[in-house]
């Protein structure tokens, strides 16, 4: 699995697992869903990506959107 599959991967796992937790515990907890969100969206523009640079530096195989 390369980088922008592991990214997208984990992205979508924060939403899903933010969006339970919003509806089991508090709707607070739709600030992380926004943030991950807003991460995604910005670094469709600029090519910057937190995570990307972890896994990067953990060996991962980069893919074509984060080099």
């Known amino acids: 699995m ?17 969006a339970l937790l919003a ?4 709707e607070m907890w ?3 869903t ?8 910005q670094s469709a523009f600029t090519g910057f990506c937190p995570l990307a640079k972890i896994l990067k530096k953990l060996g991962v195989q980069p893919g074509n959107a984060f080099k």
């Open 2 to 18: 390369n980088i922008d599959r592991m990214v997208m991967a984990f992205a979508g796992t924060m939403v899903l697992v933010s």
């Open 23 to 26: 509806w089991q515990v508090s």
């Open 30 to 32: 739709l600030l992380l």
């Open 34 to 41: 926004a943030f991950v969100g807003l991460n995604v969206f």
